[in-house]
Structures are given as C-alpha cells and as structure tokens.
C-alpha cells in the first residue's frame, strides 16, 4: 500500500484534541500504506498502543504487529494497494470516525469502510472498530470469524 490521501477543505485548522487527533489519523494512514521497514515499525510505536484491538468483519486483532501482518497478507494476495480518506475525519471526545477507501495497484475501488477510533489518554489509538461500507466483489462476511 502506498501513501496517498484526498485532498479536502476544511473551514478551519483544527485546535486541541482534535488537531492531535487529526496528526494521528494522518500517522494511521501513513501506516497502512507502509510496507515492512523501520517507518512502520516508529509510525505503529508512535499510533498505537501496545495492545491496541482491531475488530472487523474478517476478524479479531491485538497489537500492532498482527496489523501490519493483516496489511500484509492483504498486499500479498490482492496486490498493490493503497488506503486514502474519503474525507475529513471527524473527531470528539477521545474518538475519532475515518471513512477510507482501499484503491488497487491500477487505481481501481476494491472496498469502502469507516473506522471508528479510541484514543487513550495520551492520544495513541487503542481501540478500532471497522465497517465496510461497500465490500469487494466476492466478500463472504460468513467466511470469517
């Protein structure tokens, strides 16, 4: 996956929580499109805590380095991808709601969905729940546990 986001406007910069929330979520991003090397591994200490929970409709995950085994495994069986925000993520009291896109190698759609975010209370994400909100072709959401 590489990196790549859509551009959007916003009416104003964010201030506060959500302005660290908005640099996390960019960390996030960055840390999906990045294969395995040491910025993936600095961008999952500095993004996540050590055992942050990924629930989604293929499965259970803890900790960062099952994450990047997922985006890894993705990557080798479906190709090249890269995920990119839909839109700006919206944030508010220590949570924060990112819809994404997941584009192949040639640029093609494979799926839609949105991540919902907890932060602790140093801003580190330690809990996502994610939804598709367009599955790929084929999806099978009984084939998982």
Same mark, same amino acid.
Request: hydrophobic share 40%; no cysteine.
């Given at each position: 996956?590489?990196?790549?986001?859509?551009?959007?406007?916003?009416?104003?910069?964010?201030?506060?929580?959500?302005?660290?929330?908005?640099?996390?979520?960019?960390?996030?991003?960055?840390?999906?499109?990045?294969?395995?090397?040491?910025?993936?591994?600095?961008?999952?200490? /500095?993004?996540? @805590? =050590?055992?942050? *929970?990924?629930?989604?409709?293929?499965?259970?995950?803890?900790?960062? $380095?099952? #994450?990047?085994?997922?985006?890894?495994?993705?990557?080798?069986?479906?190709?090249?991808?890269?995920?990119?925000?839909?839109?700006?993520?919206?944030?508010?009291?220590?949570?924060?709601?990112?819809?994404?896109?997941?584009?192949?190698?040639?640029?093609?759609?494979? /799926?839609?969905? @949105? =991540?919902?975010? *907890?932060?602790?209370?140093?801003?580190?994400?330690?809990?996502?729940? $994610?939804? #598709?909100?367009?599955?790929?072709?084929?999806?099978?959401?009984?084939?998982?546990?």
């Amino acid at each position: 996956m590489t990196d790549a986001m859509t551009e959007t406007t916003r009416t104003a910069p964010p201030t506060g929580e959500a302005a660290d929330a908005f640099a996390q979520m960019e960390r996030y991003t960055r840390f999906w499109n990045t294969g395995p090397d040491d910025e993936r591994a600095r961008l999952a200490s /500095a993004v996540f @805590t =050590d055992e942050v *929970e990924y629930r989604a409709p293929v499965g259970f995950l803890r900790g960062a $380095a099952a #994450l990047a085994d997922f985006r890894d495994q993705f990557v080798s069986h479906a190709g090249p991808a890269t995920v990119r925000r839909r839109e700006e993520p919206e944030v508010h009291h220590g949570r924060a709601r990112l819809r994404w896109e997941i584009l192949t190698g040639d640029g093609t759609s494979f /799926a839609t969905g @949105t =991540d919902v975010i *907890e932060f602790d209370e140093d801003g580190r994400i330690r809990a996502i729940s $994610a939804f #598709l909100d367009r599955a790929p072709a084929g999806f099978d959401p009984t084939a998982h546990d």
